[in-house]
T-cell receptor, first 111, second 115 residues
Framework: GQNIDQPTEMTATEGAIVQINCTYQ??????LFWYQQHAGEAPTFLSY????GLEEKGRFSSFLSRSKGYSYLLLKELQMKDSASYLC????????????FGSGTRLQVQP | AAGVIQSPRHLIKEKRETATLKCYPI?????VYWYQQGPGQDPQFLIS???????DKGSIPDRFSAQQFSDYHSELNMSSLELGDSALYFC??????????????FGPGTRLLVL
């Protein structure tokens, strides 16, 4: 089966840095994705990791450790528009391409 | 850039009615996924199609069926609707030919309300 854990809510200040953690236990692993989702809208792709290490993309970075079943999303220079839910999703195996999502972390950016 | 298109965006139905949701993937994408997201929940995978053939099946009820057509658009057919079917239904598309770094891009969703 698949088990993906994320904190339910986080609060941070505009201009600051926030790290959202995700731990997973899955039968097979073929990639971890981070999506941003504003309420009532579609998930928007942020990043993808399949090998250990850090992937950087502008203000967003994502890290993966496969041996620890652990990933984090790092958001720098927070802006008010970054207030959203952040979903960690895992593709479990090469045979199954569908994503299994964590329950998401609701981030509130305060002035 | 072209995105995934879903229609309708909003749908209101009564219990026991049927509904059809449509999805038009990004051009040249060969795979379509359907997800259901209940209020305050994470998206749950329902079913997927690759090159017009069903490629994987998740937690899709037997009352639901889906298919992908020759132009790659997909339809999710929902019958005998229940109150619990009220949710956001997302379609995502991807290109399998992109190899291991396949990324799913989500459409805006169809919000279904069953009364």
């Amino acid at each position: 089966g698949q088990n993906i854990d994320q904190p339910t809510e986080m609060t941070a200040t505009e201009g600051a840095i926030v790290q959202i953690n995700c731990t997973y236990q899955t039968s097979g692993f073929n990639g971890l994705f981070w999506y941003q989702q504003h309420a009532g809208e579609a998930p928007t792709f942020l990043s993808y990791n399949v090998l250990d290490g850090l992937e950087e993309k502008g203000r967003f970075s994502s890290f993966l450790s496969r041996s620890k079943g652990y990933s984090y999303l790092l958001l720098k220079e927070l802006q008010m528009k970054d207030s959203a839910s952040y979903l960690c999703a895992v593709r479990g195996s090469t045979g199954r391409r569908a994503l299994t999502f964590g329950s998401g972390t609701r981030l509130q950016v305060q002035p | 850039a072209a995105g995934v298109i879903q229609s309708p965006r909003h749908l209101i139905k009564e219990k026991r009615e049927t509904a059809t949701l449509k999805c038009y993937p990004i051009p040249r994408h060969d795979t379509v996924y359907w997800y259901q997201q209940g209020p305050g929940q994470d998206p749950q995978f329902l079913i997927s199609f690759y090159e017009k053939m069903q490629s994987d099946k998740g937690s899709i009820p037997d009352r639901f069926s889906a298919q992908q057509f020759s132009d790659y658009h997909s339809e999710l057919n929902m019958s005998s609707l229940e109150l619990g079917d009220s949710a956001l239904y997302f379609c995502a598309s991807s290109s399998f030919t992109s190899g291991g770094k396949e990324t799913q891009y989500f459409g805006p969703g169809t919000r279904l309300l069953v009364l």
